[in-house]
């Protein structure tokens, strides 16, 4: 008989295992791309208002350890541009790829997070706050609906699977 709880567990656990597949064979240059472009695109507003000054001259690292994807975020001009090889940082930011998911939806507090060492921060602690404090104003009504209703399930998926350990 079909269970859709232990379907949906299976899905949940097997994800960053996956996209961590995807990572290493899709072309760097591709990711590259791609992660610059919704960036751009994320932060139009931000960048358009000058509000991501605070990046000119700085490397901001993200890390999403369970997926093995690393890439530099910096400002260039009025765009950000995005670095798979980063040889400098100011800011490490790293978690796995469920707490990030559930920082987005604004499901649980990044300080929360970093409290129970499950996200880290390593690095210029002023550029920390102020990546935070920008990401605490936009919020995740941002986002394409679907990808919105998509990182929402994932979100509360983790949480459960959480409660459940």
């Known amino acids: 008989m079909f269970d859709i709880k ?7 656990v097997a994800l960053p295992g ?23 695109r994320f932060f139009l507003t931000e960048l358009a208002a000058g509000e991501l000054a605070f990046l000119r001259h700085k490397t901001v690292v993200v ?17 950000l ?14 978690a796995n790829m469920a707490d990030f998911v559930a920082m987005i939806c604004q499901q649980v507090d990044p300080d929360t997070l970093f409290f129970r060492r499950r996200l880290q921060l390593l690095g210029d602690t002023e ?13 995740p009504e941002r986002l394409p609906a679907l990808l919105s ?17």
């Open 6 to 12: 232990r379907v949906t567990n299976k899905v949940v």
């Open 18 to 40: 996956v996209l961590a597949q995807v990572t290493r064979c899709a072309p760097n240059l591709v990711q590259q791309q791609l992660l610059q472009l919704a960036l751009n």
């Open 63 to 79: 890390s999403v350890k369970d997926v093995n994807l690393q890439f530099g975020i910096q400002l260039n001009g009025k765009a």
């Open 81 to 94: 541009q995005v670095s798979l090889s980063s040889a400098s940082q100011e800011l490490l930011i790293q």
């Open 127 to 139: 550029l920390g706050l102020e990546c935070k404090n920008l990401l605490d104003r936009i919020g």
């Open 149 to 165: 209703h998509g990182l929402n399930w994932l979100a509360q998926q983790n949480m459960a699977q959480d409660a459940m350990q």
